[in-house]
C-alpha cells in the first residue's frame, strides 16, 4: 500500500514540479565549482569593485567584498543544503529509530522517550542552538549538523511513534506475528516500508525547518564561519544594504524560499496522497 | 479527574527539573562569566572581576552552586542578575507580560487570519483564490522572520512611517494619558512585530488548517449536511471547521515554545524586550541566574499551553468521536 | 599623508564652527537619543560602558572636566565645574578644592565637601566593587576643613594626578547614601533612581527600552536649553539607525558605514564628525597556545611577523570597510591623543617583499596547494573575531584574502564576545582581531602592550615583551613636561611598530547621526556627552512628542 502511495505522488504535477526544484537544487550544489563562473571567496577588488548593480560579467552582482554573489548563491548550495540535508536525515534516522523503539518495547522505554520529547520540545529550538554555539565556540558545518539535527528529531519520533502503534495492532502484523515472525522482522519488513510516506513527510518538513534555522544562526553571527558561503551569510550581508543593494537579498532569498517552499508542497503532496489511500483502503 | 490533574502536574514539574538541571550542567561548560565582557577594560585591574566572581559565589564548585540556587529557588528566590544590577524577579517580571501581550497577539490575530484563509480556501479548492492564497501562505513559511521584521521596519517604518520603527510605547509619561489613548499607543507600537509574528502564524495554521479540512470535506456526515441542502459556507462553518480544528489547536500548543524562541529576533529588531530577548541576552553575558529562571519560566509556559491546547482541542472537536 | 592632513583639518574647521554657535539657540525641546546598549547601572562607581557614563555624566557632575584639548598633564585646560576653584601645595601631593556654592543636588541639597568625602570612601570600599578605583590609588585621603573646602592628599607626584582624580571621582550624596551600607548600594533603589546634582535630573528609567532625564532648572551653571533628554534602547544596529532615519530619534553616537548610503535625500539627518579614540589590530599570540612557557611556532618569529604586516593592504581594507571614514592605524594608539605621532616609520605594504621575506625565511609551498610551509608545518593560523563587530569581521575576510595571496592560511574564527574574552585572557588563540578605546591619557598603552605583570600588561592577550617599549612608556607615564612625555612615547611606539607585535589596522572615525532640528556644537571625542546641557532644537522645528514628552516639573 505503501508503493500505492508512492505511485500517486509520482502523477501529481505540483509534488512533480517541487521534486525537480529541489533535484535541481541538489545537483546546482554538487556541480557548484564546475557551474560558478568565479571562485566564490574571490575577492578582484573590494575596494572599486565593491556592491556592483548585476550586468554581464556578475549576474547577480556583487557584494561589500567585491566577490560574485551568483557564484556565492551557487557555492552557498553546497553548504546550505548540504548542512540541511546532513540534520535532516540525522534528525529522521534519530527519530525514527527513537520513535520505533518507544513503540515496539513500550513500557519504560516509551516513557522515557516521551519524557525526553517532553523536556526539549519544551526548549525553543533556536535558543538552545545559540547556547550550544556560545558554549562550544564556532562550529564547523559538521557540528552544525549534529547540533541542528540532534535537536529536530522530536517531531519524526512522535509520528513514527504513534504510526507504529497504530500498525502493531493491525491484522496483517498480528497475522505476521502469529506466524512466528521476529519482532525486529516485522518492523523492517512491515511496519517500516508501511510508515515510510510518513517519515518521508517528516523529512521534508525537518528540511524545510533546517534551512531558515542556518539564515537564523547566521543573522547573529554563529552560523557558517566566513569566507565559507552559505545562504545565510549571504543574507546577512545583505541585510546591512537592504534598501542600497537589493540584489544581495532577493538572490539568497529566492533561493531560499524556492527550496523549503518545494519541500513544503513535497510534503504536503505527499501527505494527501497517503490521505487518499487511506480513503480508498 | 484529580488524579490526571496531579500526575500532569508531576509530569511538568518533572519535566522543569530536568530542563533546569541540564541547563546549569550546560552553562559550566561555557566559556566566561558573568563579568567577562561587564568588567573588561584595560584600566579594570583583575584583582576587581576575582571580588565580584567571590561575591556571586562563581568562585565555588558547580555543585555547591546549584544546590544552593536550588534551595533558594525552592525558598521562592530566584537570584540577582549581574548583568543588569536587579534581581532576576524584577527582570522577569518586566519581560513576561510583554512576550504574552505579543506572542497572545500574534497568536489570535494569526489563527484567526489562518483559519479563514483555509476556509476560504477551501471553499474555492483548486480555484484561484486557493492558488493565490497557497502561494502567500507557503512564502509566509518559506521567508525567515528576521528578514520579513527587516523589511517590514525598512518600509513601514523608515520608508512609509506608518508605524514605529521599534519600541513599546510612545515617549512621556503615558500612564497619565486616557485609557483608550493609552491603548491606542500601545497598539500602534504593537502593530509590526505583532504583524511580522502572525504572519508567520497565520502562514502555518493556514497550511494545517486547509489540509485538514480538505480530509474532512470528503467524509459522510458532510454529505449528509450537503443532502439537507446546506449552503456550502455554512457546511464549511458550522459542520467541517467544528471538526477539523482540533488538531490544529493542538499542534499550536506543540509549535509555542519555538513561537517564544522565534520571536527572539523580532524582539530583538523591533526592541521588543521580552523573555526570548531577555534570555538571549543572559545568554550572552552568561548571566547564570537569569538563564536559568527564563528557561524555567519557558518551559512552564510551555507545558502549561500543551495542557491547555489539549483541553481546547478536546472541548471543541467532541463531535464525530462521541457520534458512532 | 595628505589624507590624514585633510581629515585633521576638517575636524578642526568642525570644531571653530560649532564653537561659535555656543551662545545662541533658545530653551525648549527634547533630544531623543537612539542607542544601541542601556546603561548598566546609574550608579557612577559602577558605571564602566560608554552608554552608562552618557546618562550618568548629566545626571552627576565631575570636579573638574577636561578641557577641548583633552590635556591630561597637570591641569593645563581643565574646565571648572562643581569646583569653582583649586590650588595645589607647593609639594604637590596636596590640591584644594573649593566647590562652588550655587551647586545644588536635585532635592535643593547644597552640594558639600562632605559629599566628595563620601564618594572617595564609596570608591575605595572594596564592598562596593568600585571597577575604576585602581585610578585613585595615588589618593591617601581627603580632608574637609570646611564645608566647601575639599583637601586631597596624594601619596605620590605624577604628572597626570589632578586628571586621574577628577576624571574618576564623581561626588556623590552622602546626605541620601550615607544611611545605607556599602555592600546594599549597588542595587539600592535610591541608586536606581538618583539624586545628582548635573545639568539634568532623573526621570524613568525603563531597563532595556528606555531612560528619560529632564532639565535641572537650578543648575548652577545655568538652566540647559533643552527641556530633557530621552535615550530609546534598541539591541540591533539596523533599529538603531532605523529609529534616527524614521525622524524617531534626534541623534545617534555613531554611525556605521552602511548607514551613510541611506541617510535621506532630504538632508534631515547629517553626520558630524568627532574624532574617536579607537583603534583596532591583528594581534599576535607569541606564546605557544598549548604550552604558554614555548614561543608560539609561527609568531615567535619578528621577522616572520613583518613579513606577515607587509603583506597586508590596509588602505585596502579602510577603503572598502570604511571608504573615507575612518584611516590606517599608524601603532597602539589614537590620533586623536595628543600624544599621537604621526611621523612614525610604519611597515609599508609591498606583498613581492612580504613573499621574498616568507622565502628567505624558509617557507615555501613545497605541494603546491598554495599554503607555504616549513619542516612540516604549514603557514597557517586561526583568526579570532568577537561576532558582535561587523567591521571587525569585514576586516578578517579582507586580510583572509590578501594572505591567501602570498601563502598564508587564515582560518577565521567568530565567538560571541564573552567566550572570545575568555579565549583572550587564556591566550587560547593564533591571532584575533582586538580593538582598544583609548582615552585622552596615554596611560592605557601600559595595560594593553607593556610585559605581562601585576601592574601593566593585563590586558596583553599576546603576551608581547620588549624592553625597549616597556622602559620609555614607564618613563613616559612618569614625565612631567609635555615634551618629555612625547619624546619617550615616540620611541615607544616606534619599538611597538618595529617588533610588530601587532598589524595596526584602522582608526575609525566616529561620527554621530545628527537630525536637522538639533544644534549640538563641538562633540569631544571621548564623551559626546559633554556639552549636552548648551544643545538646542530650533522652535520652528518642534514635534508633538516634544510637547507630550515634555515631563511634568
Redesign the interface.
Known amino acids: 500500500m505503501a508503493t500505492n502511495t508512492w505511485r500517486r505522488l509520482m502523477h501529481d504535477r505540483p509534488a512533480r514540479i517541487a521534486a525537480a526544484v529541489l533535484g535541481t537544487a541538489a545537483l546546482v550544489a554538487f556541480f557548484a565549482p564546475w557551474l560558478a563562473r568565479y571562485d566564490p571567496t574571490l575577492q578582484p577588488d573590494p575596494v572599486t569593485l565593491r556592491l556592483l548593480a548585476p550586468s554581464w560579467q556578475h549576474w547577480f552582482g556583487t557584494d561589500p567584498f567585491s566577490r560574485d554573489v551568483l557564484s556565492r548563491v551557487l557555492h552557498g548550495a553546497r553548504v546550505s543544503l548540504g548542512v540541511a540535508a546532513g540534520a535532516m536525515l540525522l534528525a529522521v534516522t534519530l527519530g525514527a529509530a527513537l520513535g520505533a523503539l518507544a513503540a515496539v518495547f513500550g513500557g519504560w522505554v516509551d516513557a522515557a522517550v516521551g519524557a525526553l520529547v517532553d523536556v526539549l520540545i519544551a526548549m525553543p529550538r533556536l535558543l538552545v542552538v545559540i547556547a550550544l554555539v556560545a558554549t562550544f565556540g564556532a562550529l564547523s558545518p559538521w557540528w552544525l549538523i549534529a547540533l541542528i539535527g540532534g535537536s529536530g528529531w522530536l517531531a519524526t519520533a512522535r509520528i513514527v511513534r504513534a504510526e507504529f502503534r497504530d500498525h502493531l495492532q493491525r491484522d496483517y502484523v498480528l497475522a505476521a506475528r502469529a506466524l512466528g515472525a521476529s519482532r525486529w522482522r516485522i518492523v523492517w519488513q512491515h511496519l517500516l516500508p508501511a510508515v515510510a510516506p510518513q517519515i518521508a513527510v517528516a523529512a521534508a518538513l525537518a528540511l524545510a525547518a533546517v534551512i531558515p534555522l542556518e539564515a537564523a544562526l547566521s543573522f547573529v553571527g554563529l552560523g557558517i564561519q566566513p569566507p565559507l558561503p552559505s545562504w545565510g551569510n549571504i543574507l546577512l550581508d545583505g541585510t546591512d544594504y537592504l534598501t542600497t543593494a537589493w540584489w544581495l537579498v532577493v538572490f539568497p532569498l529566492g533561493a531560499v524560499t524556492l527550496t523549503v517552499g518545494s519541500a513544503l508542497v513535497l510534503a504536503d503532496r505527499l501527505r494527501a496522497a497517503i490521505a487518499g489511500e487511506e480513503h480508498r483502503r | 479527574m484529580t488524579r490526571l490533574v496531579v500526575t500532569r502536574a508531576l509530569h511538568a514539574a518533572a519535566v522543569c527539573a530536568v530542563v533546569a538541571t541540564s541547563v546549569f550542567v550546560l552553562l559550566q561548560f561555557a566559556p566566561g562569566d558573568p563579568f567577562a565582557t561587564s568588567l573588561d577594560g584595560a584600566d579594570i585591574p583583575p584583582g576587581v572581576r576575582a571580588e565580584w566572581r567571590a561575591r556571586y559565589g562563581f568562585d565555588r564548585p558547580p555543585t555547591e552552586r546549584f544546590v544552593r540556587w536550588a534551595g533558594a529557588l525552592a525558598r521562592g528566590e530566584l537570584g540577582y542578575s549581574a548583568s543588569r544590577h536587579q534581581t532576576v524577579a524584577a527582570v522577569v517580571s518586566d519581560a513576561v507580560p510583554r512576550t504574552l501581550l505579543l506572542v497572545g497577539v500574534a497568536l489570535v490575530i494569526g489563527f484567526a487570519a489562518g483559519v479563514g484563509i483555509a476556509v476560504l480556501q477551501a471553499r474555492h479548492h483548486r480555484r484561484w483564490p486557493d492558488r493565490v492564497l497557497g502561494a502567500l501562505t507557503l512564502g509566509g513559511v518559506a521567508v525567515p522572520e528576521f528578514l520579513l521584521a527587516l523589511l517590514a521596519m525598512t518600509w513601514l517604518g523608515v520608508r512609509w512611517r506608518l508605524f514605529p520603527v521599534a519600541g513599546i510605547g510612545s515617549l512621556g509619561d503615558t500612564a497619565a494619558w486616557p485609557l483608550w489613548e493609552q491603548v491606542a499607543d500601545l497598539v500602534w507600537h504593537l502593530a509590526l512585530p505583532a504583524i511580522v509574528l502572525a504572519i508567520a502564524v497565520a502562514s502555518r495554521v493556514a497550511r494545517h488548517q486547509r489540509a485538514a479540512l480538505l480530509g474532512v470535506l470528503d467524509e459522510d456526515f458532510i454529505r449528509t449536511a450537503r443532502a439537507k441542502g446546506l449552503g456550502e459556507w455554512d457546511v464549511l462553518w458550522r459542520h467541517a471547521l467544528p471538526n477539523a480544528i482540533g488538531p490544529v489547536i493542538a499542534l499550536l500548543g506543540l509549535a509555542l515554545p519555538s513561537l517564544v524562541g522565534g520571536a527572539v529576533l523580532i524582539e530583538r529588531i523591533f526592541g521588543w524586550p521580552g523573555m526570548g530577548l531577555t534570555l538571549f541576552d543572559a545568554l550572552l553575558a552568561r548571566d547564570y541566574p537569569l538563564v536559568l529562571a527564563a528557561v524555567l519560566l519557558a518551559t512552564v509556559l510551555a507545558v502549561l499551553a500543551r495542557t491547555l491546547t489539549d483541553v481546547i482541542a478536546e472541548l471543541v472537536a467532541p463531535r464525530r468521536t462521541r457520534e458512532p | 599623508m595628505t589624507r590624514i592632513f585633510l581629515g585633521r583639518l576638517a575636524l578642526v574647521l568642525c570644531l571653530a564652527a560649532a564653537c561659535g554657535g555656543r551662545d545662541r539657540g533658545p530653551t525648549g525641546g527634547?533630544v531623543?537619543v537612539s542607542a544601541g546598549a542601556d546603561a548598566?547601572?546609574l550608579?557612577p562607581p559602577?558605571v564602566?560602558?560608554n552608554q552608562g557614563r552618557a546618562v550618568t555624566e548629566l545626571i552627576y557632575d565631575k570636579l573638574a572636566d577636561i578641557g577641548p584639548g583633552l590635556n591630561t598633564i597637570g591641569d593645563a585646560g581643565f574646565v571648572p565645574k562643581l569646583a569653582s576653584t583649586w590650588e595645589w601645595s607647593r609639594d604637590s601631593l596636596t590640591i584644594t578644592f573649593h566647590m562652588n556654592p550655587n551647586a545644588r543636588w536635585h532635592d535643593g541639597r547644597p552640594v558639600t565637601a562632605r559629599d566628595v568625602q563620601y564618594a572617595f570612601k564609596v570608591w575605595t570600599d572594596?564592598a562596593v566593587?568600585a571597577?575604576?578605583?585602581?585610578?585613585l590609588a595615588s589618593v591617601d585621603s581627603i580632608a574637609t576643613p570646611d564645608a566647601l573646602t575639599a583637601r586631597v592628599h596624594f601619596r605620590e607626584r605624577a604628572p597626570e594626578q589632578f586628571f586621574a582624580f577628577v576624571y574618576t571621582l564623581i561626588p556623590l550624596p552622602a546626605h541620601r547614601l550615607a544611611a545605607i551600607a556599602d555592600t546594599a548600594l549597588?542595587?539600592a533603589a535610591e541608586v536606581r533612581a538618583p539624586v545628582g546634582n548635573g545639568p539634568f535630573r532623573f526621570v524613568s528609567w525603563?531597563?532595556?527600552?528606555?531612560l528619560?532625564l529632564a532639565a535641572n532648572a537650578a543648575y548652577y551653571a545655568g538652566r540647559p536649553r533643552l527641556d530633557g533628554v530621552?535615550y530609546?534602547?534598541?539591541?540591533?544596529g539596523?533599529?538603531v539607525a532605523?529609529?534616527l532615519?524614521?525622524?524617531?530619534a534626534d541623534f545617534l553616537e555613531q554611525l556605521?558605514p552602511?548607514d551613510f548610503?541611506?541617510l535621506p535625500a532630504d538632508h534631515s539627518v547629517r553626520a558630524q564628525a568627532y574624532g574617536g579614540f579607537d583603534y583596532l589590530f591583528v594581534q599576535f599570540n607569541l606564546r605557544d597556545p598549548a604550552a604558554t612557557e614555548r614561543a608560539h611556532p609561527i609568531f615567535g618569529d619578528v621577522a616572520l611577523r613583518r613579513a606577515l604586516t607587509l603583506g597586508v593592504n590596509r588602505t585596502?581594507?579602510v577603503?572598502?570597510?570604511f571608504d573615507t571614514l575612518a584611516r590606517p592605524a599608524i601603532g597602539p594608539f589614537s590620533r586623536t591623543q595628543w600624544t599621537a605621532d604621526t611621523t612614525l616609520r610604519g611597515i609599508p605594504f609591498d606583498s613581492a617583499l612580504a613573499a621574498r621575506a616568507l622565502d628567505s625565511l624558509g617557507w615555501h609551498d613545497t605541494n603546491g596547494d598554495g599554503v607555504r610551509e616549513r619542516g612540516g608545518r604549514p603557514l597557517a593560523f586561526s583568526l579570532l573575531v568577537p561576532?558582535?563587530s561587523?567591521a571587525r569581521?569585514?576586516a578578517?575576510?579582507?586580510l583572509?584574502?590578501q594572505l591567501k595571496t602570498i601563502g598564508v592560511r587564515v582560518?577565521?574564527?567568530?565567538?560571541?564576545?564573552?567566550?572570545f574574552?575568555?579565549?583572550a585572557?587564556r591566550a587560547a588563540f593564533d591571532a584575533l582581531v582586538g580593538g582598544?578605546r583609548t582615552?585622552p591619557s596615554p596611560?592605557?598603552v601600559r595595560?594593553?602592550w607593556s610585559t605581562p605583570g601585576p601592574a601593566a600588561g593585563?590586558?596583553n592577550f599576546g603576551r608581547w615583551s620588549n624592553t625597549t617599549f616597556d622602559a620609555h612608556v614607564d618613563s613616559a607615564l612618569a614625565a612631567t613636561s609635555a615634551g618629555a612625555v612625547r619624546a619617550h612615547v615616540r620611541t615607544a611606539y616606534q619599538a611597538a611598530i618595529d617588533d610588530a607585535p601587532a598589524i595596526w589596522l584602522y582608526e575609525p572615525r566616529l561620527f554621530a547621526g545628527v537630525h536637522r532640528r538639533l544644534t549640538v556644537g563641538a562633540l569631544r571625542p571621548d564623551a559626546w556627552w559633554a556639552n549636552v546641557a548648551s544643545w538646542s532644537i530650533d522652535p520652528a522645528q518642534r514635534l508633538p512628542?516634544d510637547r507630550?514628552?515634555?515631563?511634568?516639573p
Not at chain 3, 571597577?131 to 585610578?135: I, K, L, T, Y
Not at chain 3, 530609546?232 to 540591533?236: F, L
Open positions: 527634547i531623543v548598566e547601572t550608579f559602577l564602566v560602558t572594596s566593587g571597577v575604576q578605583r585602581s585610578a549597588h542595587d525603563m531597563p532595556r527600552v528606555r528619560e530621552v530609546v534602547v534598541a539591541a540591533q539596523a533599529t532605523a529609529r532615519l524614521a525622524g524617531e556605521a552602511p548610503a541611506q585596502a581594507i577603503r572598502s570597510i561576532a558582535s561587523r569581521q569585514a578578517a575576510v579582507l583572509q584574502a582560518t577565521i574564527e567568530q565567538a560571541d564576545f564573552n567566550a574574552l575568555d579565549r585572557h582598544v582615552s596611560r592605557g595595560d594593553v593585563t590586558q512628542r507630550r514628552a515634555s515631563p511634568t
